[in-house]
């Protein structure tokens, strides 16, 4: 079986942090911690596990993060090495009550997969994101496949999952489609997690994958009075305004045009420039995660408003005096479980399942690579936003595939189209 | 380290420490306040004393008069009113800028410029101790009050005055904001009477486009000052009449200033000496009807090629 | 030598090369041969002795008027108007006109013993001028004699306070002014009519209104109506200021206007080859030419732009009447078209100009991509009488570097129109039905406009609706050597040099097109027949 392999080698991990620091991020890989490797197939770790062969492995950005040694020394407990990442995927089920057809994994790996009962509070209550035994039952450490010793994950030929993982893919979705389920989901989670009442107004720092899958959750299933979207790149402000934001702005535009939303008065800055807004937004969806960002989310957030951090932060720098005099609440959203919806509470993946396909998500996969091709294209999918591309998938559906083998997908020209013409 | 418990210092860097740091008040004492003797109550002897007359003398002659010579320009007439008093005089001078007593002072010919005293706000010139230190020595200046009558500042100037030095003052007590005069304050007339002195009306003309009240702008500019004849209290005459006969002499004097002697004499012999105090009307108006010469922030509009500079026609 | 009246040239091979304006800068460009170049009439000689002029106006005044004199009685309220900041361009060297004619006015005002005496400014919903432009339009004497005693006013037409309503016009326009204005027992609003447009009604049923009045007129439908906004007789928007106008002379506000026009002497004397006629450029003339122009090339922006706003205009007096409102204005149209009328037979396919670094809105400013387009499309496409110098659906070619450029302190309102609006839609309609009303009613360009020194938030609004008329009458406008993101934002194609633009003006207007370049400055205004 064929892998990409994440070791704890201290050396090569300074070695991407420096690489991706000095040369940018994506570049850390070529010295970093990551090699293609054959390995033998996993065990199964118990019952309930079956196997699943990958057909698409998206790269997140905190597989970038990880990847660029950037990511917050924080998970180090509640992760094992070496992993095989991708947490993203669709892929063929073999054995179990879904055997021989496709499935996403929902990856989170709670007390269920790890065999716990009675489970902790949070799984008991559906929401496996809030699992407070990560790192304990027969599993080695890991918070989600892709992060753990024992399960493998998605950047391979083959990795196992609990069954109740793993959610059967409708038949009529492609295989692009499916990956995009569990973005989707994060956005889901996070959109239903911070309870929009009708008619707020709504800010979405970013529109990477998530910041666009952000865009396309608030428009199905809240009632934004008006959604601003701030994106840097003209294919992502395309599509950010294809997938409903009323406005979508540049960065640096953001203050005035919160400030142009909510009729705020401003505090100017010496060059007659506005330095903050005294009022502002309702809410921002922080998409990116860093001490810019969050900055950002301070200048433009009303008294009161929230921020909700999206993007998957690290040591990021504040300056927390307005959240302390404006009240101004700051919280995280990651993974998903089940949410509470006005008819019901609904699993985050089925919600996900219908929001891509409402929003038609598919059309932010970009472009695909075989595994061979890893360097490329995780410097593809850091650079995604200038490249005018969004996802950047790996694509296993070329058994045994090597560079002869995948002739539909040439090396250095990845199949990106639609998205090869940057909008003006 | 090592307490003494005798409190006796140990020699070395805490015997320095010991002298060179006052001792900390017990909590239980109230320290009592610091008192300087500033505003009215300031002390000037010191300044009359000869080796600083020596130094005020020199500084005034070789570095305020020239200095003055060239920023201002002044051009001084009616010296010849000053020639005839014997003795000790009072100074009666309109005031529109700080320049004033400095100018006045230093233009003054040198029989008088080294016996004059000038009475200056104590509530302004005084209320610093630099400020007094350097107004005491730089002009002679003495605290007068100008809120109140008091009996200190009033004595005092008597007796200087009775002592042979002569005094200038600005019966406005204050400079003007607006560029008319203000009433006469009853100082000069008062003092002027008590000592049996004449009093030279003066007027300055010109300062106040240099250096006004409220401005922070300092132009170049010229500048007139006119001595009047002596006014002597006539028998019987109250100090308030005095003072208005000083004021109306200022009056003709300004009217000079921005006519000729002959029709300002006219004008004063008819009574018909435009008023010191300006038109009463409205600010805009009396603003209006200033002289060019007393207006603030005056700008000479300078035009290059072949455009003559604006003047107003008439 | 007398003046020479404006013409029309026939370039021909022996024609040297044209100057056009580009923003803060300027070349010389070979027009093709057939093209024609409308050239103003030469400055008028000023009127001999301005202030007796001006005295003289005072005391004869036209229409049913009373001399000034006449008017002015111990214990009235008093109350004198004057154009702002955007008056005149650029700026005059001093004295400026409102000083020797409100000194005037002072002067008899102060002989009749009226002590109630307030001064203001008409800015309309432009921004507040800075104490330096209020000194130099009004002179130091009346300035110091008003303003530190707060009888120096600028119009607030976000002051509820000091607005009233007077009523409704036969249309039913709000007609709603500064309320110490209307409620002075006399009037006195001093003009500079540098266009056609100005004066007349508009001075103080605009410069004096608030925006609840002013949008009766300020809008899509008026400025589409408007053939042109500079000739009164077929321009929706005087129609509406004139009933306004009417409507405030009926409420009893008693009104002296008084109108000045100036001649186009508008460059002092080392740039005095930008008003000359090439072929006579001496060799002075040339040698500054290049000195001038390879300097500001080499220079860095914002200098050059310091440069070019210290330029003070040798301006002069040509007439000055007062009086009743209406014959005032007749006669300073006759006087304002002795200078700048020029008869042009026909229209044209391809209408080419070059814009200054100047407009009534960006003086001591940035000249924004906004303000480009109504300098270019409002006011020198409107620069006619008769008919559009340009045929329907012709090309507009304007030379502007129209850089993205804003400035935040004076128009903070444009920058969100233009990155937040402009960037959704061109559309003047749509733009006027969605957008208008937050833009005008926006706190915090209403604490702008009223505390620092921003236009009103419509205003931008109001800049682009100026050029509506040009928009619907026109094929393509091309802007040539301009920022292209902007011009882009603008709705207009952008060309990098002139051949190409006439290239791209081809595909609209067809092969051979006829070409007329408006020689600006000086400013003039096309008989067309």
Known sequence: ?424 | MTRHVGGAPAAGREGLRFVAENPTRPGGVVAPLARHKLGVDYDTAWARRYPVRLARAVVLDDFTRPVLRVALSPRVIGLEHLAPVQGPMVLAANHASHLDTALLLSMLPPRLRHRTIVAAAADYFFDRQWKAVVWSFGLGAIPMERSKVNRRSADLAARLINDGWSLIIFPEGGRTTDGWGREFKGGASYLAKRCCVPVIPVHIRGTRAVLAKSSSRFRLGSTEIRFGDALTPDQGEDARKFVARIELAVAALADEAESDWWSARRRAAAGTTPPFRGPEASAWRREWALPDSARKDQHVVRERGKHKPWTRDD | ?529
């Open chain 3, 1 to 529: 030598m007398s003046p020479r009246p404006g013409f029309v040239l026939e370039v021909d091979r022996s024609t040297p090369a044209t100057l056009i304006w580009h923003g803060e800068g300027f070349r010389l460009e070979r027009l093709p041969v057939g093209s024609r170049v409308v050239y103003g009439p030469e400055p008028l000689a000023p009127l001999a002795n301005s202030d007796q002029a001006i005295r003289h106006a005072l005391d004869n005044p036209l229409g049913d008027s009373k001399p000034l004199r006449a008017l002015l009685y111990p214990g009235m309220r008093l109350t004198i108007a004057f154009d702002d900041i955007s008056l005149p361009l650029p700026p005059m060297r001093p004295p400026d006109v409102r000083q020797r004619v409100i000194e005037a006015v002072l002067d008899l005002a102060a002989d009749s013993g009226v002590d109630d005496v307030v001064l203001i400014a008409a800015l309309a919903l432009h921004r507040r001028m800075t104490d330096p432009e209020l000194r130099h339009a009004l002179g130091d004497r009346v300035f110091e004699a008003f303003a530190p005693h707060g009888l120096l006013l600028q119009h607030d037409a976000e002051d509820p306070q000091n607005l009233i309503h007077l009523g409704f016009t036969d249309h039913g326009e709000d007609v709603e002014i500064n309320r110490r204005a209307a409620e002075s027992d006399l009037l006195i609003y001093v003009n500079i009519n540098l266009s056609a447009m100005d004066g007349g009604h508009k001075s103080v049923a605009t410069g004096l209104a608030s925006y609840r009045s002013l949008k009766h007129h300020h809008n899509v439908r008026s400025m589409m109506n408007s053939h042109s906004f500079m000739d009164m007789h077929h321009s929706e928007l005087h129609s509406s200021n004139w009933r306004m106008g009417r409507l405030i002379a009926e409420s009893g506000v008693k009104l002296f206007q008084i109108e000045t026009t100036l001649n186009t002497d508008t460059f002092p004397e080392q740039l005095g080859f930008l008003q000359k006629r090439e072929w006579e450029w001496s060799l002075r003339d040339r040698a500054s030419f290049l000195a001038t122009s390879s300097a500001l090339e080499r220079m860095p922006g914002e200098l050059s732009r310091r440069i070019f706003h210290a330029v003070r205009a040798p301006h002069d007096l040509t007439s000055v009447q007062a009086g009743a409102v209406e014959a005032v204005h007749e006669s300073t149209l006759a006087n304002l078209y002795r200078q700048q009328l020029v008869e042009v037979s026909g229209q044209t396919d391809v209408l080419t100009m070059g814009l200054p670094y100047i407009g009534p809105y960006n003086v001591n400013s940035t000249m924004n991509p906004i303000l480009v387009a109504c300098l270019g499309l409002g006011y020198f496409f409107n620069l006619y009488r008769g008919k559009p110098l340009v045929r329907e659906g012709g090309v507009v070619i304007i030379s502007h570097p129209t850089p993205w450029e804003f400035n935040p302190v004076h128009h903070p309102s444009y920058i969100d129109f233009f990155e937040q609006v402009l960037a959704e839609t061109t559309d003047m309609f749509e733009i006027e039905a969605k957008y208008e009303e937050s833009y005008a009613t926006d706190p915090w360009y209403v604490h702008l406009y009223r505390t620092s020194y921003a236009y009103h938030g419509v205003h931008p609004l109001y800049m682009w609706y100026w050029c509506a008329h040009a928009l619907q009458h026109l094929g393509r406008v091309i802007v040539v050597g301009g920022d292209r993101a902007a011009v882009h934002r603008l709705g207009f194609s952008s060309a990098s040099t002139f051949a190409d633009a006439l290239e791209l003006a081809e595909d609209v207007v067809g092969r051979d097109p006829t070409i007329t370049h408006l020689h600006v400055p000086s400013l003039l205004m096309a008989d067309v027949t």
């Open chain 1, 1 to 424: 079986m064929r892998a990409l392999q994440f070791e704890r080698n201290v050396p090569r991990f300074a070695a991407a942090r420096v690489a991706s620091v000095l040369a940018g991020s994506g570049k850390g890989v070529r010295v970093g911690p990551l090699e293609l490797v054959e390995v033998d197939p996993l065990e199964i770790p118990g019952p309930g596990w079956v196997r699943v062969r990958p057909r698409l492995a998206g790269i997140c950005g905190s597989d970038l993060a990880t990847l660029d040694g950037r990511s917050s020394r924080y998970f180090e407990q509640i992760v094992s090495f070496p992993f095989i990442p991708g947490h993203e995927v669709v892929g063929d089920v073999e054995g179990g009550a879904l055997d021989g057809r496709r499935a996403v994994i929902e990856p989170v790996l709670g007390c269920e997969a790890r065999g716990i009962d009675p489970p902790c509070p949070g799984c008991a209550a559906g929401r496996k994101g809030s699992c407070e035994r990560i790192a304990f039952g027969h599993l080695s450490p890991g918070l989600q496949t892709g992060y753990c010793r024992d399960t493998g994950g998605g950047w391979s030929t083959g990795f196992v999952a609990h069954q109740s993982q793993l959610h059967a893919v409708p038949d009529d979705f492609s295989d692009e489609a499916a990956v995009m389920v569990e973005p989707a989901a994060c956005a889901v989670h996070a959109v239903c997690a911070c309870k929009i009442a009708g008619g707020e107004r709504v800010l979405v720092l970013g529109a990477g994958t998530i910041g666009l899958c952000v865009i396309a959750a608030l428009r199905a299933l809240c009632l934004p009075g008006v959604l601003v979207a701030v994106a840097k790149h003209p294919t992502q402000r395309r599509l950010a305004r294809d997938l409903g934001a009323d406005q979508v702005v540049r960065p640096g535009e953001h203050k005035r045009a919160a400030r142009r939303l909510s009729g705020s008065l401003a505090l100017e800055s010496s060059d007659g420039g506005i330095e903050r807004l005294t009022g502002g937004v309702d809410l921002v969806m922080d998409c990116v995660g860093s001490s810019d960002s969050l900055q950002q989310s301070f200048d433009v957030v009303r008294p009161g408003g929230r921020i909700v951090l999206v993007g998957m932060p690290g040591v990021v720098k504040a300056d927390l005096a307005p959240l302390w005099q404006r009240e101004i609440e700051l919280r995280g959203a990651y993974a998903y479980g089940s949410e509470d919806r006005p008819e019901g509470p609904r699993s985050t993946f089925q919600l996900a399942f219908e929001l891509v396909r409402g929003a038609r998500l598919e059309r932010l996969v970009s472009a695909r690579y075989p595994l061979e091709h890893y360097e490329d294209a995780v410097a593809h999918a850091a650079a995604a936003g200038r490249r005018g591309a969004v996802k950047i998938v790996f694509d296993m559906r070329k058994r045994g595939s090597g560079l002869d083998a995948s002739s539909t997908v040439r090396p250095r020209r990845p199949d990106s189209a639609g998205t090869t013409k940057e909008a003006k």
